[in-house]
């Protein structure tokens, strides 16, 4: 079936900027998303790409997907202490309304 | 602010005993889903409605069962609790005009004694 990695754990100075990394298995996909989620919260959805897409920027959130190498990146610029989280990705190939989740990336943001 | 709500945020019960989790939403979303979410791990989908038709995961327990009422509202049963259940319990919505991206409410933390 789907598979979905991430590396388990990031720290980052506030102020620097952050590279969360991300691959899966199923060429088909056709949403590729990032969720935040904060301690005992839900998830919260910060961006999605189009699988035909390279690159999306929003804000301090920049985007990048190599469809080749199915590697989808996430980059938050000017990490701030607010930042600090488990990241999601997850990817959506339409048969069956289903999201895959990735393992999640805790971030952690040092003064 | 349309959203989805789940109550309670925490729910305690007792091993065996019956549990019922709710959800609701203001989107109109078409689309429901149920996840459960044990520490440190992502998200597990129990199962979704689309519209008024029912799919659940093939590795979802029959001691799972979920009921929707209307578009705005969906429950979770869990008939007979075990200390593997406990967990945060997440209801997400989406829809296809939307672009496939589920919206998740703040979810119900399961302790079961």
């Known amino acids: 079936g789907e598979d979905v990695e991430q590396s388990l754990f990031l720290s980052v100075r506030e102020g620097d900027s952050s590279v969360i990394n991300c691959t899966y298995t199923?060429?088909?996909?056709?949403?590729l998303y990032w969720y935040k989620q904060e301690p005992g919260a839900g998830l919260q959805l910060l961006t999605y790409?189009?699988?035909?897409?390279d690159m999306k920027q929003d804000q301090r959130l920049t985007v990048l997907l190599n469809k080749k190498d199915k590697h989808l990146s996430l980059r938050i610029a000017d990490t701030q202490t607010g930042d600090s989280a488990i990241y999601f990705c997850?990817?959506?190939?339409?048969?069956?309304?289903?999201?895959?989740f990735g393992t999640g990336t805790q971030l952690k943001v040092e003064l | 602010d349309a959203m989805v709500i789940q109550n309670p945020r925490y729910q305690v019960t007792q091993f065996g005993k019956p549990v019922t989790l709710s959800c609701s939403q203001t989107?109109?979303?078409?689309?429901m889903y149920w996840y459960q979410q044990k520490s440190s791990q992502a998200p597990k989908l129990l199962f979704h409605?689309?519209?008024?038709?029912?799919?659940n995961e093939a590795d979802t327990p029959d001691n799972f069962q979920s009921r929707r009422p209307n578009t705005s509202f969906c429950f979770l049963d869990i008939r007979s609790p075990g200390l593997g259940d406990a967990a945060m319990y997440l209801c997400?919505?989406?829809?296809?005009?939307?672009?496939?991206?589920?919206?998740f409410g703040p979810g119900t933390r399961l302790t079961v004694t």
């Open positions: 790409i189009f699988s035909n897409m």
């Open positions: 997400a919505t989406s829809s296809e005009g939307s672009g496939y991206e589920q919206y």
């Open positions: 409605y689309y519209d008024k038709d029912f799919n």
């Open positions: 997850a990817d959506f190939t339409g048969g069956g309304n289903k999201l895959t």
């Open positions: 199923d060429s088909s996909s056709t949403y």
């Open positions: 989107l109109n979303h078409n689309v």
